[in-house]
């Protein structure tokens, strides 16, 4: 048994070497110039992609600014996105206790995971690869975005990626020649189950990302390469770092945007300690996220007037910034079965399975989390062609996953916890996550002081729309929301 143990950890240690010796990291720049053209601030799925496209012109300039810095290597196994969570990757937003909702959680609040790396949030989320719906884009378009239809977009996705898939590949829908991998990733029985039980009901089998979206995908596809996660950073940073015009730097923390006369012409950012101030000769642009972006707004001065008056901030422009707030709510319903659809804790922590991954990339560490099967509904609410649901098929039992402290990682009240461990203790199953894709209830974001390093004020006000839960009322997941379990 020894002997076993002894050569298992010695075959795992040379699959380690051999992983990260193919590996590539960001070298980030420690002294800056006074001033660039351009200046991203943030790594994310966004300002990844701005840094590698502005710098291609050699003449131009470009500073990269992330607040955090590399992610650790677990990142890169894509069954363990729910390890990076509540760590220094992560921003770790937690929202306002929530009235309507949230009753299983610590002080009715949720917390909202936002990558704090470079390669943002496509560092540490479940990697499937779904660009949203056609007709979100077109409605953008009508309501004065220009260049933001679905015609309009589709091109750049088609440039950006590089789809693994050989029917993806001549489908008109997907790139073969870009930066951004895309995959069939390791799914279990329950994916064919998912997509079975599908068929048995007359839902079409669809490519998410394709000419329709309603329905069930049989691949699960997402930004994993070789059975790693293939962030924006491995994307588009990696390659294009030696790049001399192009300097990206880490433990960045950006203030405010210094804006003089109506124009932006630098920031202000905390780094090694200090405040410090680069200029923009051309532009700003703030790609930091959902919550990053609007709070680097507000924070210079460009908000609601009644809101930065309260706070002392001067008032540059008075804009509906962090208004009309939308989030996702979701819904978990279980389900009991006589088989095991997907894998056991005791399968992922193998010697084998480890090995496997290590030295070839393949194997059970290699499926994106927990989540695999994906199909998107129309209710009876939804007035045009699109979806407003999203199923998402797990293959375990939410209240199994004991070796990832899920109480903590999601704000858990144990006390609620504890009912649902007991009632799965013993059985077999897996669970769908019924995601809401279009809410009515709109919520607020605001500062919590001017002090940068405050987390802002994040109140999405679930279901303070009776219309969402008419719509889960339809799916049949009512019951849980109106008993406020989730």
């Known amino acids: 048994m020894r002997l076993q143990l002894f050569l298992g950890l010695v075959a795992i240690a040379v699959g380690w070497i051999i992983y990260k010796c193919r590996q590539s990291r960001i070298t980030p720049i420690h002294v ?9 601030v943030g790594s994310g799925s966004a300002g990844a992609v701005l840094a590698n496209r502005l710098s291609k012109d050699p003449s131009n300039s470009v500073l990269l600014l992330e607040a955090g810095r590399e992610c650790p290597s677990l990142a890169d196994v894509p069954v363990a996105p729910a390890f990076l969570l509540q760590t220094e990757s992560d921003w770790s937003y937690k929202t306002e206790p929530q009235h309507a909702c949230c009753s299983i959680f610590k002080d009715k609040a949720m917390r909202w995971p936002s990558g704090k790396c470079f390669g943002g949030t496509s560092s540490i989320n479940y990697m499937a690869y779904c660009r949203g719906n056609r007709h ?14 679905y015609r309009d977009v589709l091109p750049y996705f088609i440039k950006s990626e590089n789809n693994l898939n050989e029917k993806n590949r001549k489908s008109g829908y997907h790139g073969t020649q870009g930066e951004l991998y895309v995959s069939d990733v390791n799914t279990t029985l329950g994916s064919a189950v998912f997509v079975a039980a599908a068929k048995e009901l007359n839902y079409p089998v669809i490519d998410v990302n394709g000419k329709k979206q309603l329905g069930v995908t049989e691949t699960h596809q997402a930004t994993v390469y070789r059975g790693h996660r293939w962030s924006t950073a491995r994307a588009f940073l990696d390659p294009v770092q030696s790049r001399s015009n192009l300097h990206i730097a880490d433990n960045a923390h950006v203030h405010r945007v210094i804006i003089e006369n109506g124009r932006a012409v630098g920031v202000e950012m ?38 930065l008056d309260s706070l002392g901030i001067p008032v540059v422009a008075d804009l509906p910034v962090g208004e009309n707030l939308q989030d996702h709510t979701f819904v978990f319903v279980d ?52 979806a407003d649901i999203q199923l998402h098929m797990l293959w375990i039992l939410i209240g199994h996953t004991k070796k990832v402290d899920s109480r903590m990682v999601y704000n858990i009240n144990p006390e609620s916890w504890k009912p649902m461990e007991k009632a799965h203790e013993g059985k077999l199953g897996f669970s769908v996550m019924v995601t809401l894709l279009r809410p009515r209830s709109r919520g607020v974001l605001q500062l919590r002081s001017k002090d940068p390093r405050d987390q802002p004020i994040i109140d999405p006000k679930y279901f303070s729309a009776e219309r969402d839960i008419d719509v889960y009322e339809e799916d049949g997941a009512t019951s849980k929301v109106r008993e406020g379990q989730y």
């Open 335 to 386: 389900y009991y079965t006589n088989v095991t659809l997907g894998h056991s804790i005791e399968t992922l922590e193998s010697i084998e399975t480890q090995l496997k991954y290590s030295l070839l990339g393949q194997g059970p560490l290699t499926m994106t989390g927990l989540a695999e099967g994906i199909g998107f509904f129309r209710t009876k609410w939804q007035q045009d062609n699109s």
């Open 32 to 40: 800056l110039n006074p001033a660039y053209d351009y200046i991203v």
């Open 136 to 149: 979100d884009y077109d409605d953008w378009a009508k309501k004065g975005c220009t260049g933001w239809s």
């Open 270 to 307: 905390e780094r090694g300690g200090k405040v410090i101030v680069v200029k923009a000769k051309k532009e700003v642009i703030l790609s930091a996220g959902a919550i990053g972006s609007p709070q680097i707004l507000l924070l210079s001065g460009i908000g609601p007037k009644a809101h």
